[in-house]
């Protein structure tokens, strides 16, 4: 079975111009996440889809961030414009249906390291 | 709010020596407590979890007890070998569905 997959796996950008991340969650995972690790710090929480819609994006910086998941498939977060700040690595997960109240495992994928130069 | 606190690194042993990473949390309510693992060039692992009070996980050697009277998940090895070396994250969840993770851990593992 096929992991999580990321794309790009780099990206070098200047201050102002965009980018598009994209993952690809396990295939029959309803939910989708979204996490990032700015240098040396803790990975953060950004959002979690369940299947096409966005369940909790409470930690999303700001509006310069959208993402999206159309279908319920593959997820793409687009960074515009971009800033210094935003450099980092960006992972994703996946997870099964929840059921009750235990936390599903999630699976993550390898990262997109992101820098703005 | 929820949160977790990870013992700094990096962290550098010779092999067989005996590992420990502290972490403790804070978290209202009664959250599952993991370690996941990121190897060079790799994204991030589960290595091991523990869904309530006094569970052990254990996988690969590793094992840490979920304690919540310290309110910690201290990740220990008996003998570490030079493939273990990796970054190690603890994190936890609670009622919602995101993790919350410390900022890593940084091991070495020398021949």
């Known amino acids: 079975e096929a992991g999580v997959t990321q794309f790009p796996s780099h990206s070098v950008i200047e201050k102002g111009q965009t980018v598009t991340l994209r993952c690809d969650p396990i295939?029959?995972?309803?939910?989708l996440y979204w996490y990032r690790r700015v240098m040396g710090k803790e990975i953060k929480f950004l959002l979690h889809?369940?299947?096409?819609?966005?369940?909790?994006e409470s930690g999303m910086p700001n509006n310069r961030f959208l993402a999206e998941r159309t279908g319920g498939t593959y997820s793409t977060l687009k960074v515009q414009p971009a800033e210094l700040e935003d450099s980092g690595v960006y992972f994703c997960a996946s997870s099964q249906e929840r059921t009750g109240l235990r936390s599903e495992t999630q699976y993550f994928g390898p990262g997109t390291r992101l820098l703005v130069l | 709010g929820d949160s977790v606190t990870q013992m700094e690194g990096p962290v550098t042993l010779s092999e067989e020596a005996f590992l420990t990473i502290n972490c403790t949390y804070t978290a209202t309510g009664y959250p599952s407590l993991f370690w996941y693992v990121q190897y060079p060039g790799e994204g991030l692992q589960l290595l091991l979890k523990a869904t309530k009070a006094d569970d052990k996980g254990s996988n690969k050697g590793f094992e840490a007890t979920y304690r919540k009277e310290t309110t910690s998940f201290h990740l220990e090895k008996g003998s570490v070998q030079v493939s273990d070396s990796a970054v190690y994250f603890c994190?936890?969840?609670?009622?919602?569905?995101?993790?919350?993770f410390g900022t890593g851990t940084r091991l070495t593992v020398i021949p």
């Open positions: 889809f369940v299947k096409e819609s966005k369940q909790d």
């Open positions: 295939s029959g995972h309803d939910n």
């Open positions: 994190a936890l969840s609670t009622g919602a569905n995101n993790l919350f």
